[in-house]
Every structure is written in structure tokens, then in C-alpha cells.
């Protein structure tokens, strides 16, 4: 189908010419694109001058991400990212998707989370250990920090892993801060020699050159087991060849791993925390929770299912702010959407924190709730409700996160009540995930003594 055939949708406002909708995107693109709920189901969008669709509700999201899955492709964001990953499992497509898929999911299935969560706890007690009361605590800073340390632990439990933490610690949150303007950006932006892309480019050379090491140093020493992700992934073999992963391609889904393990996991805590300062009466039942099922011990995997209430924070965290606020795709054939023509070859854009802060699908969106998750109440459609995604694509590592999400809250709000630093606004900042911006807060200890809780 030509281009015409699509000229039902409505354009977005504020198009530019050259640019499009560019400049919207790049400063104010969560706002821009809750917007164009109003517009209907599907919207047209400028990325430059090439056009993209916006859609609009958990029907067309699922069909996209589910039932039509198979006509659709990646997309412009991901091609973007493989500049960083390669071909790792976020951003590789189709049957070698799938085949990466079968290989690594062992590493991430349930028993095995189990035997990561000492470690998440491990790290997180250093992390609250540190701090003292009264202290102005970085908590966005500290709990990226957090999210990666226990993603690299779980990892690499060798001594050349725990070295090369630091120099992640120290790039990646330049890869991460650099992507989103390269999908918007005109095509062959990334070559121009700005400080923004040299930073970028030395970034993505770094993260390699570390993790190459870092696996290059346990294939040396095969022979030294351990329990850790990426011993996992090097006796991992493909079911149809008994062959295992390339270094090339373990390289490429250890990085994937250490970013995508980072990101979304420190955007739900920080936003947990400040949701609690925000919101007393759900601090209170939080924090009465911990007490009465940990009883001052520290929390341990088994734990999990048994917070409830904590978990249903966590779930209205990731609802009010979602962490992948912009996803794209793109047809490999022409698609009807809503009565729209989408040709081949088209970009299909939708974002997660726009669904979920949609009135018409989560009532008073913008309040935050735990109840709407509370045994009884009418469930959520689940559409309408993925913060892992969905399909084929959905987050293989869901369960690492909610364990490594559940430890870190109860373990830091069982000793500790983070109050804000009174006269500073928190805004949203809309980079690989919605992250909050500078998040300072005062650290109070809940009770008279801040020792460590029992492991008895």
C-alpha cells in the first residue's frame, strides 16, 4: 500500500518542517505523547520528516505486541540501541530472537532467581548501612548504583567482575542518556563529531572492551565454577547444534543484561520511595506490613508472596510511572489498525506510561492507589496492565526484578522513613526509562537503633 492509503489518521499539532514532531520528542515527549490520546486510536507523527504512527489503547498494543506480532519488526528505536547491544535479546528479532531466547532462560527461571537473592539482600544492606540519619541521601543516585551492583553481582562473582563494576558504574549511564536522542535524530546524526556523540561512542567502546575481559577471564578459567549469570551462560548450548554462544554474542547479551537489569529496576525504586514521602497513610501500612512479617529479621525470597501489601506499591509504582514510556515498531507488511492503513515498512510508536495514566482505562490515573491492586477489587485487564511488555518480546528477567524490587523496598523501608528535601520539585526525566530527576532525600531512621536486622 502506497503512503496515501494512510492519510485517515490524524496528524499530531506542532509539526515542523524538516524537523516534524523532533523537537516535541526530544523536550517534552511523555506529555506529547499522552496528548494524542485525544486524537483518536491512531495518530500520525513526524520523526523528521519521516512519518510514524502513535497508537492509543491496550487493544492495538496487544495486537501489536501479541496477536499480530508476526507483522511486526523491532523497529528504528532497538536498530538504534543494537549500536550499543549488538544483537542481544532486547534488540534481536524473529528465530534468532527465540533461539537466544531458549538458551538464556534457564539462567532466569524461578530456582535460580532464588539463589541470587542473598546477594540482592547482601547489597542492599551495604547500601542502608551507609547511610545516617539526617543524612541527604541521592536516592535516584543510590539506587541506580544499587540496580547495577546487584545486576553485576548476579553476573560476575568472579574478583575481575567485581573490578569491572566500577568502570560500568561509570559509562553506562552515558550510553543510556545518549539513546533516545539518536532515535529522534535525523539519520546519520550519530556520525557528527558533537561532545554528546563522542561521549557516546567512547562510552559503547568501553562497556565492550570491560566485559570482553570479563569473559575472556572465565573462559580462561573454566574450570573455576560458579554460581553466577555468566557461568551459566557459557555452558548454556543451543538445543539444535549443542553449540554454545559466540563471545561476540555473549559479550552483546551481557551488556543487554547489565542495562536493561539496571534501568528499570532503579526507576520503580526511586519513584517507590517518593510516592511514600507523598503519601503517608500508605507509608504507614507499608512499613506496618514489614514489621509484622519480617519482625525485624531480613527479608528473604520466601518473603516475596508474602508482602502483599508491598507488592501492591510496587505494582501502582510501575502503573503511575512505567518505566518503558516509549516502545517502537514496525510493520513488515501493511497492517489495519483502527480502520487505519499502516503501510510496510512504518513506524509503530506506544507508550506504556501514557496507557497507564489513561482515565478512560485506569480511573483517577494520576492518583496513587496500591488498593487498585488489593484482593477483591475488580482486576486490571492485563493489556492494560504490562510493565514487562508482553508477546514474544516480554522481559525475560520479570522475575529477577520483582525479587530484587521486593528485597531493596523492604529492606530499606523496614529501617529507614526517607522524608523530601523541603522547596525541590521532582520531574520526570524521559531517557532509556522514566527516571526521576535529582531525587534528594533525608534519611530517618524508624527506630531508636539502625543495626542490621537479623539473618536468624
Not at 518480546?393 to 523530601?420: D, N, Q
Request: glycine share 6%; aromatic share 6%.
Amino acid at each position: 500500500m502506497g503512503e496515501s492509503a494512510a492519510t485517515s489518521a490524524p496528524v499530531a499539532s506542532g509539526r515542523v518542517p524538516l524537523l516534524g514532531h523532533g523537537i516535541q520528542m526530544l523536550h517534552h515527549p511523555l506529555p506529547f505523547l499522552q496528548r494524542q490520546r485525544d486524537r483518536g486510536e491512531v495518530v500520525k507523527i513526524f520523526l523528521g520528516t519521516r512519518p510514524a504512527y502513535v497508537i492509543n489503547s491496550p487493544e492495538l498494543i496487544h495486537r501489536v505486541l501479541v496477536a499480530d506480532a508476526d507483522r511486526f519488526d523491532r523497529g528504528r528505536l532497538f536498530q538504534k540501541a543494537s549500536a550499543l547491544v549488538g544483537h542481544g535479546l532486547a534488540t534481536s528479532d524473529g528465530p534468532f530472537h527465540l533461539r537466544q531466547r531458549r538458551i538464556m532462560q534457564p539462567a532466569f527461571g524461578r530456582l535460580q532467581v532464588r539463589t541470587y537473592a542473598t546477594d540482592m539482600n547482601a547489597e542492599v544492606r551495604r547500601l542502608v548501612d551507609s547511610w545516617k540519619p539526617g543524612q541527604v541521601v541521592n536516592v535516584s543516585q543510590d539506587m541506580g548504583e544499587l540496580a547495577l551492583s546487584v545486576t553485576a553481582t548476579a553476573l560476575f562473582r568472579a574478583e575481575i567482575g567485581k573490578q569491572a563494576v566500577q568502570e560500568v558504574h561509570r559509562w553506562l549511564p552515558v550510553i543510556v542518556a545518549g539513546l533516545l536522542p539518536r532515535v529522534v535524530a535525523p539519520d546519520g546524526w550519530e556520525r557528527v563529531p558533537t561532545p554528546g556523540n563522542r561521549r557516546f561512542t567512547e562510552a559503547r567502546r568501553r562497556l565492550r572492551a570491560i566485559v570482553e575481559d570479563v569473559i575472556e577471564s572465565y573462559r580462561v578459567s573454566a574450570g573455576n565454577q560458579r554460581d553466577d549469570l555468566l557461568s551459566a551462560l557459557l555452558t548454556a548450548r543451543y538445543d539444535d547444534t549443542g553449540e554454545p554462544m559466540s563471545a561476540e554474542q555473549l559479550r552483546d547479551e551481557v551488556i543487554t543484561i547489565l542495562m536493561s537489569g539496571t534501568e528499570t529496576t532503579a526507576s520503580a525504586l526511586s519513584w517507590m520511595f517518593h510516592q511514600l514521602a507523598e503519601n503517608p497513610e500508605v507509608e504507614r501500612r507499608m512499613h506496618a506490613e514489614l514489621d509484622t512479617v519480617l519482625a525485624g529479621r531480613a527479608v528473604t525470597h520466601a518473603d516475596i508472596e508474602r508482602l502483599d501489601y508491598t507488592g501492591q506499591v510496587l505494582r501502582e509504582t510501575l502503573r503511575r510511572h512505567s518505566p518503558l514510556w516509549f516502545v517502537m515498531r514496525r510493520t513488515t507488511g501493511p497492517v489495519d489498525l483502527a480502520g487505519v492503513r499502516i503501510p510496510v515498512g512504518s513506524q509503530v510508536i506506544y507508550s506504556l506510561a501514557a496507557l497507564h495514566r489513561d482515565p478512560a482505562v485506569f480511573a483517577a490515573p494520576m492518583v496513587f492507589d496500591p488498593d487498585r491492586w488489593a484482593p477483591g477489587r475488580p482486576v486490571p485487564d492485563r493489556q492494560a496492565f504490562q510493565p514487562f511488555s508482553s508477546g514474544r518480546h516480554k522481559c525475560i528477567g520479570e522475575s529477577f526484578a520483582w525479587a530484587e524490587m521486593t528485597i531493596a523496598a523492604a529492606t530499606v523501608a523496614a529501617r529507614w522513613r526517607l522524608r523530601p528535601v523541603p522547596g525541590r520539585r521532582i520531574r520526570e526525566r524521559t531517557l532509556a526509562t522514566l527516571r526521576p530527576s535529582t531525587l534528594l532525600m533525608i534519611a530517618e531512621p524508624r527506630f531508636a537503633t539502625t543495626a542490621a536486622p537479623t539473618t536468624n
